[in-house]
Every structure is written in C-alpha cells, then in structure tokens.
C-alpha cells in the first residue's frame, strides 16, 4: 500500500441553518466538527454510528454534493471542489432508471461521457458479468429483485472508473440473506477491481466483516470517537463462521459500547 493517502479527509466541520417555524427562530445545527482520517489505496473504510452523527452528510461532502464549512477533502492529493469521475457514488437505494435495461442503466454514465456505443456496450456488459448479473442485463429494474437491482447500481458506479467508490448503506434495504451474499459479493468485487471505499453503516456486523478499519462516530455533532483496526486480511472466513471468532465478538463489543456511550469524545 502507498503511503500517500488515496483519500484525506482533514479537519472537515459542517454546520446546517435550520429554519424557524412562526415565532420560531431559525438556529444553527452543527453536524460535523473536526473530522480528520486518511483511507489508503485498496482500502475498505467503514463510518459507523447512531443516527445523526452526521455518516451520510460526511459522504455526501466527500462526494462534493454538499460544501463543507472548514477543512479540506482531497483524492491523490488534488482538492475535492464538487462532484467528479474520480468518486462513484452507491445509494442505499438503486433509483435505476425504469425505462432501460440493467445494462443500459450501467451504460448511463459513459453515454454522458460521448462514449462511442460499441464501447459503452462491451465495458457495461463486462461489469454485468463482473457483479454476476450475466443474461439479466437485458432485464428492466421492474423485473430484478431488489438485491439484483444493488448489483446494476454497483456497475454503474464503477462503469466510470472512479478512483473512490462512496458506498451510503447499499444493502440496509434488503433481507438478512441476499445482504450477506452481497457482502460477499462486494469483497470478491473488491479484490478483483481493487478499489478504494469509503462504506457507511448502521450495521455492526458488516462494518467489521468488510472493512479494514472502521471509524466510530459520536453524535451531536458527528466527531470521531475511535478508529478501529479489523486484523482480519483477505481470507477472512464469510461472516457467519467469523462471527465466532472472539477477535470479532471483542471488536463488536468495543464498537457497541462506543456508540452507546454518552461520554464526550
């Protein structure tokens, strides 16, 4: 691994107006204050978090969807001023469009791009069959279940290539089995494509289980409590069988109560 950072996020705060109602004055809501963490080159970085600690906004300023007030976001050392190509964003829902194919809506991005369509067609065909969709890209979104519907947004967000893939709560939709299998799928994709993620989840289990090291949040505003190491590498068992390891029970224990607690980071 590089020790340049792929991603340094440094001493990010935000702060929202919130708009008063009647005699209700408006006020200032702090959502981020001082968040300071680097994710190097092929890593898995997870935000976790009771709700309100501000792990979406977060991404979304990584994104360059939403301004950050003070500190600085940058990729490969380059100032992060608004959305790129160098950032894929997943949503915790697919919001594919209706009217296209699976593969067509991975085609999407690289048409806005001017991509010739033998091109756009091969290179979204080549990641159909990466997240394992193979004869379903000709499937509309109303004829895929939700967990192949996820897949169709994860193509299309590496179909441009992106340096960083923003991941905000992918699989919290789906059930407790087609969650895992993505799990598992997202690690193998990951492996083979090797790219950055930074991954946010309410979700201790899959934090710990996708991740090589996961940043605890404390709320109101988000700050970050404690950056966790995972010691398991890339041969880690699949989750059921690594939920018996006392490493992991120790590491989702100490997340557990890190969350809970009410103390002042």
Known sequence: MSTAPKLRVHDVSKTFRVRGGGDTPDHLLPVLRHISFDVQEGEI??????SGCGKTTLLRIVQGLIKNDAGMISVDGAPVSGPGRDRGFVFQQATLLPWRSARQNVEFGLELQGIEKSKRRERAQTLVDLVGLGRAGDQFPHELSGGMQQRVGLARALAIDPSILLMDEPFSALDAQTREV????????QAETRKTILFVTHDLDEAI?????VIVLAAKPGRIRKVIDIPFGADRPELPELRGDMRFQAIRTEMWNLIRSQEAA
Request: no cysteine.
């Open 209 to 213: 289980y996708l991740s090589n090291r």
């Open 182 to 189: 993505l799990q598992k799928e997202l690690l193998r994709i």
């Open 45 to 50: 970085v997870s935000l976790i978090g009771e």
